[in-house]
């Protein structure tokens, strides 16, 4: 069976961009959620003093990860935060005071067994860095038996390089990461799996593999949305998730190539999550197209007037690529723990407007690029009659939002939009 997907035009502007530091920010602001699941409580108070490292949100919930300071200063403010989802979160405001003093409990941490790996990548604060920022700890804490870890190095998305400027500064770090995971875990092996379009990478972890047997690095076709866990599973090893699965249901635990390369550098020096390396990137508005590590909590402006953007003339910003990424509501929103990229592209005149979407045509575009040969069409017209049964039937529930439909639609018509709102019906409706 081969799985559906897009050919993009990937404008890996900045491959060879190598990663630089962005300038201390005059102030950060940390949400205290970054992740899915339970959002942290705040554990400091306005007029506190702060340190590098130290944690400043945590919860006792599972499905959770603790937030720590990107720099050291002076908690000014803790206010409500109004996430990209709608809904609110308690938010830390810290000014910095330039010294950047690292907090005195940051210790590489002691790890003898399994409980320990994993009580320390908790600890670490560590979320997915490929999408959906999932705990790390709770990912790694499979019940069900694992035989292979899946390293996700294929960057799909146009123009994010984040990963593969990772994949060519520090492999040691991933490799050493990888290795950390197998041995902790007891998983006899590993893939690393990278799009066919970045040979340079495809080398370099090669030959950095070629003294572990365990480690095998797997060129994978250029399709979009070749990252996505169910298509990588599929694509690296045959297996299929199917609905209502996770990867560790077939054996499988996936791991962002940025994560075991964090882990790595953790278990080295106990410095928690506290900057992301991100892709700025866009069209003639951004004037230094670069790849940067940030502190988490910078205000997005910070991170633009470094790539020397045109602010003024740039209407659209996103957090992450062209396909699955979100609008950035204001400039002065923060870089979060999943945010590998801003993107930033000029107003469009009015009369290049979006044209407005026709009536379906019932062509199939849709079905066969979506990599799971839903079928679009139909879901649409069961999410009009609210007819749960079917959807179910339909499997509107594996839809992943890639956008797959919505881009090779002639009638423009909002089709991946329609299929999460019928997506989100049928979640509430099982929830009852």
């Known amino acids: 069976m081969k799985l559906g997907g897009i050919k993009l035009h990937h404008h890996k502007n900045t491959e060879d961009c ?5 300038p201390l920010p005059a102030k950060v602001r940390i949400p205290m959620s970054m992740h899915i699941g339970a959002p942290c409580s705040p554990i400091v108070k306005k007029g506190d003093l702060v340190t590098v490292g130290q944690k400043i949100g945590d919860t006792e919930a599972f499905m959770s990860a603790p937030i720590h300071s990107s720099v050291s200063g002076k908690v000014t403010n803790v206010c409500d935060y109004r996430m990209s989802s709608g809904k609110l979160c308690k ?3 810290i000014e910095t005071d330039g010294e950047q003093a690292i907090c005195p409990d940051i210790v590489p941490p002691a790890i003898a067994n399994k409980d320990d790996f994993i009580k320390a990548v908790r600890e670490s604060g560590l979320t997915g860095m490929g999408g959906a920022s999932f705990p790390a700890h709770v990912k790694l804490s499979a019940k069900q038996p ?14 994010i390089t984040s990963d593969y400027r990772l994949m060519v500064e520090s492999p040691d770090e991933i490799i050493d990461g990888i290795l950390n995971v197998l041995k902790y875990l007891s998983i006899p092996k ?3 799996g990278i799009e066919k379009n970045k040979p340079k990478a495809i080398e370099i972890l090669t030959e950095k593999a070629k003294s572990y047997p365990e480690i095998k690095v797997m060129t994978l076709p250029c399709t979009y949305p070749q990252g996505a866990e169910k298509v990588l599973i599929y694509n690296a090893l045959g297996r299929i998730v199917f609905e209502g699965q996770l990867p560790a249901d077939v054996g499988v635990t996936v ?3 940025s994560s075991v390369a964090f882990v790595s550098r953790y278990i080295k020096t106990g410095m928690p999550m506290i900057t992301r390396m991100v892709t700025v990137d866009g069209d003639e508005v951004i004037g ?5 590590i940030v502190p988490i909590g910078t205000p997005v402006v910070d991170v633009l007037k470094y790539a020397e953007c045109d602010i003024e003339n740039a209407e659209r910003l996103l957090y992450g ?3 699955m990424g979100i609008s950035i509501r204001e400039i002065n929103d923060p870089v979060l723990k999943a945010n590998n990229a801003i993107l930033a592209f000029k107003r469009f005149p009015q009369k290049k407007a979006s044209p407005k979407p026709s009536a379906c045509i019932h062509c199939g575009r849709c079905i066969s690029a979506c990599p799971f040969h839903l079928m679009p069409p139909d879901i649409c017209r069961a999410y009009g009659r609210k007819d749960i049964q079917e959807l179910q039937k339909l499997k509107t529930a594996l839809c992943m939002n890639c956008g797959c439909c919505t881009y090779v639609c002639p009638a423009k018509r909002p089709v991946a939009e329609t299929n999460q709102l019928a997506k989100a019906l049928v979640m509430s409706a099982i929830k009852k």
């Open 146 to 159: 694992i035989d292979t870890l899946c390293i996700n190095a294929a960057e799909c998305e146009p123009y």
């Open 321 to 323: 690529g062209p396909m």
């Open 18 to 22: 190598h990663s630089t530091a962005l």
């Open 91 to 93: 938010m830390v405001e």
């Open 288 to 292: 230094k197209k670069c790849n940067v």
């Open 255 to 257: 791991m962002n190539v």
């Open 190 to 192: 590993c893939i690393i």
